[in-house]
């Protein structure tokens, strides 16, 4: 059962500061599941279509709702990724699509704040918004390419959503408010219509029991995820601004003497980024397609955070600022490199770290990496998550990550780093994962220096993950 929608945009919802225009073109999209009559306990998928994009599209932002009394929304993995999802290649021969399956996943386990007007009035500060029936997608493509920015273009599904029926009754599947914008040949970007035709599925059998502490999540509710945002990486479709320093470091990760500098207890400014900054994490905040008020084009970053941003790895404050000179503490920095990477988290054991409290927000993501042996911390047991991380700790944990995901040994020549006028500065457990990732063009240094003692912003936590997860495609 279909029924047919417009979902009519009003200038400005996006908050879009790309000077659009009337509405010029319109979009058809359909919902196809792949079940139309489930029993309570069954998954399938609802995949949102377009068979004519003539017209392309650059950016997007949606509700999509649903009776959360009869479904809920489940992560996806690779496999569930549908054969016909629409990508834009880019020169590097990168694949993205607008709403990525990590993407909708960091949507699905996003936990709105009690009182966040986007959920209806159902948000509690411990409900996962898959369980809410309302998801807010947002995404952007940020390419150029021989001066020209580019669009989606090809026909296939848009978005893929799996669901898990869990009482008996009907819900619809509707995707609401859809708003977008579409690069046009004159050099401009124009806003979108939409006409979407939803979906509805039957649900039968039992109501399925869940146990209570399934919607509740192990962080403090007033405290998002506070990843700091860091630099995007260049995996964004050619506009990556001019590319500056790439620093970063990956900190307490297989090293046996964290550095001293990361130690370092919050203080005011710290706290300050306790903002949610993580995709997903930010239940205050409209998910801004376009840039931040501080991060210009011409921001040697611009580039990167868009990207992270537009596929919810990053996102901004509440003032739509990005702060990429802020700090980044050591567990946020964890959190963002885990989501980036696609390293599920784990639940936090006793097994963690001694200073790592297993309430805590980063709880998990701490427990994960040392785990896998991301992170191994210090020799006392510690982690010391919540002081700021240096740059070349940074480069240690985004390099065992990197070993991680791809189940290879980075490797590196130490004469890469003779360049650097600081490299006696370098610790010695951190020698070997900066001659690599030096190598491997994750890390350029800033200037004739690699920094490794300084503290890595915002910024440049950004511009390493986005490098790093280019470096595993």
């Known amino acids: 059962m279909l029924k047919k929608i417009t979902a009519c945009i009003l200038a400005g919802a996006l908050a879009l ?45 949606c509700y999509l709702d649903f009776d ?15 054969d016909d999802l629409i990508i834009y290649t880019n020169y590097r021969g990168v694949n993205y699509s607008m709403f990525s399956y990590s993407n909708v996943n960091g949507r699905i386990n996003f936990v709105p704040k009690w009182g966040d007007k986007d959920y209806l009035g159902r948000a509690d500060s411990k409900t996962k918004a898959g369980k809410l029936g309302r998801l807010k997608l947002a995404s952007l493509l ?12 090809s026909n296939g599904t848009l978005l893929r959503v799996k669901f898990r029926a869990i009482a008996p009754g009907t819900s619809e599947i509707a995707m609401n408010d859809v708003v977008g914008l579409y690069a046009a040949a004159d050099g401009e970007e124009y ?8 979906g509805s599925v039957e649900v039968y059998g039992d109501p399925v029991e869940e146990p209570s502490s399934e919607v509740t999540t192990a962080s403090n509710p007033s405290e998002p995820a506070t990843s700091k945002p860091s630099e995007p ?10 590319g500056g320093s790439s620093g970063g470091s990956s900190g307490g990760s297989s090293s046996k003497t964290t550095t001293q500098a990361a130690t370092q207890a919050e203080n005011g400014t710290e706290a300050t980024t306790k903002a949610p900054v993580i995709g997903g994490a930010d239940s205050s905040t409209d998910i801004k397609v376009t840039g931040f008020t501080d991060v210009p084009e011409s921001f040697w970053a611009y580039g990167y955070i868009t990207e992270l941003a537009s596929k919810g790895i990053v996102n901004g404050y509440p003032d739509n600022t990005f702060r990429p000179q802020n700090n980044v503490t050591r567990a ?15 639940d936090a054991s006793d097994d963690g770290f001694t200073d790592v409290d297993p309430t805590a927000y980063y709880a998990d993501a701490c427990t994960t990496a040392k785990a896998l042996g991301i992170a191994s911390g210090n020799p006392d047991g510690s982690f010391n998550p919540t002081g700021y991380i240096t740059r070349q700790d940074m480069m240690v944990l985004a390099g065992k990550a990197i070993e991680t995901v791809t189940n290879t040994k980075l490797t590196g020549d130490a004469s890469v780093l003779d360049k650097f006028t600081d490299k006696a ?20 240094g800033i200037g004739s220096e690699i920094a490794p003692k300084a503290y890595t912003t915002r910024a440049q936590s950004a511009t390493i993950i986005a490098k790093a997860l280019e470096s595993i495609k």
């Open 425 to 444: 500065e370098i610790s010695p457990y951190a020698q070997q994962s900066l001659s690599a990732m030096v190598s491997a063009g994750v890390v350029n």
């Open 191 to 198: 806003e979108l219509d939409f006409n979407v035709a939803n």
């Open 233 to 242: 990486t260049t995996s964004s479709g050619g506009s990556s601004g001019t």
């Open 142 to 153: 940020n390419a150029v390419e021989d001066g020209v920015t580019q669009n989606y273009t």
């Open 17 to 61: 500061s790309f000077g659009t225009v009337s509405f010029a073109e319109t979009l058809d999209i359909r919902c196809e599941l792949s079940s139309e009559s489930v029993q309570t306990g069954d998954t399938f998928y609802a995949d949102f279509k377009i068979d004519n994009n003539a017209t392309g599209y650059k950016a997007m932002q």
């Open 68 to 82: 959360p009394d009869v479904l809920e929304a489940v992560e996806c993995d690779v496999e569930d990724i549908p």
């Open 332 to 346: 946020d920095f964890l959190i963002m490199l885990l989501r980036a990477l696609g390293i599920n988290e784990t």
